[in-house]
């Protein structure tokens, strides 16, 4: 069981690792940023975020009526000469609130959580739906400073688990429609039909705070850009396998897939629910121990002994 368990933990260590920049010197020369009160750095990072939505446009008049050879691709400019009479972003965004601790980045003398504000507009609505935290999501990225500089990008589609992402893409990759079919051009490529295009501005909070980013360089507690296109995604993921939809082991509904693990107080080892096989760490798995139908998906959950817990989620049952 152990084994197991360890399998599990390691997959999920590798593809939280894959997500980083494939430079080995990502960590030569980090200049690591004392931490700052995580409060007074959500509040600059607002009001930086909302002077820029409201000074700068994008191209929403070809998003409106797009042109024989459009490319669906967001271009952002500054609302002055010419363009003084363009609608600013901030008119037609959309915002959500996400609390995060301060642990999240070592930050230890501070309890409370501190609510950080994620902008996010769409640009296209997709013809498919939306996937949950917990999908597995096919898609197109550009991510930029504000300032333009672009530190990532995927020109080709890349299929990502969301709960690996920083908190603010991962949650604005909800809110982005898939496209309404795939395309097999037999050439070993594919197009995606009538997909998702979004834009979202991520305080540092729900970024890397003070760390360097992917590419090694950012700048500490820098708010970030990026293009979404969302191309495609695989409902009612599973990444552990265990016979839960992931998005389902989200048990707070705080829409953090990586802060909920039943047996924390039973394991030294931090191993999410998504992410384990035996989530209640009773020798049983998962799996044996919530309604699955003929094909093996997931029906309901049990509860055996009628306590209000579910038998995965109870070690003593």
């Not at 446009?57 to 042109?67: Q, T």
């Not at 552990?240 to 047996?263: Q, V």
């Not at 798995?285 to 959950?301: P, S």
Request: net charge negative.
């Amino acid at each position: 069981m152990k084994i197991h368990r360890i399998v599990a933990f390691f997959l999920l260590f590798v593809t939280l690792w894959s997500c980083r920049d494939d430079d080995e010197d990502f960590l030569n020369g980090a200049v690591v940023v004392p931490p700052r009160l995580l409060s007074e750095v959500a509040v600059e990072n607002d009001i930086e975020l909302q002077a820029f939505l409201k000074s700068h446009f994008y191209n929403y008049e070809e998003f409106a009526a797009p042109p024989a050879d459009f490319d669906f691709k967001i271009k952002i400019d500054t609302i002055a000469g010419d363009n003084a009479d363009k609608r600013a972003m901030f008119d037609d965004i959309t915002s959500e609130v996400i609390s995060i601790l301060p642990s999240s980045f070592g930050i230890s003398d501070q309890e409370d959580s501190v609510d950080h504000t994620l902008y996010f507009l769409e640009a296209r609505k997709g013809a498919g739906e939306k996937p949950t935290i917990g999908d597995n999501a096919i898609l197109r990225y550009e991510g930029s400073l504000l300032d333009g500089t672009l530190f990532d990008a995927s020109s080709t589609p890349i299929r990502f688990y969301l709960p690996q992402l920083i908190r603010g893409f991962g949650a604005a990759m909800t809110k982005v429609n898939s496209g309404s079919e795939i395309v097999d051009n037999g050439d070993g490529t594919v197009d995606f039909g009538e997909f998702g295009v979004g834009i979202v501005f991520i305080p540092s909070g729900l970024a890397y705070g003070n760390g360097r980013g992917p590419s090694g360089a950012l700048p500490s507690y820098a708010n970030l850009i990026f293009r979404l296109e969302g191309l495609a995604f695989e409902k009612n993921s599973d990444f552990d396998g265990d016979g839960i939809p992931s998005f389902l082991e989200d048990l707070d509904g705080d829409g953090n897939l990586n802060n909920d693990n039943t047996d924390a107080d039973l394991e030294q080892i931090f191993l999410p629910n998504h992410g384990d096989i035996d989530d209640d760490n009773d020798g049983i798995l998962t799996i044996d121990e919530i309604e699955l139908d003929a094909d093996g998906n997931f029906v309901a959950f049990k509860d055996t002994d009628g306590d209000g817990i579910s038998d995965h989620l109870d070690n003593d049952n």
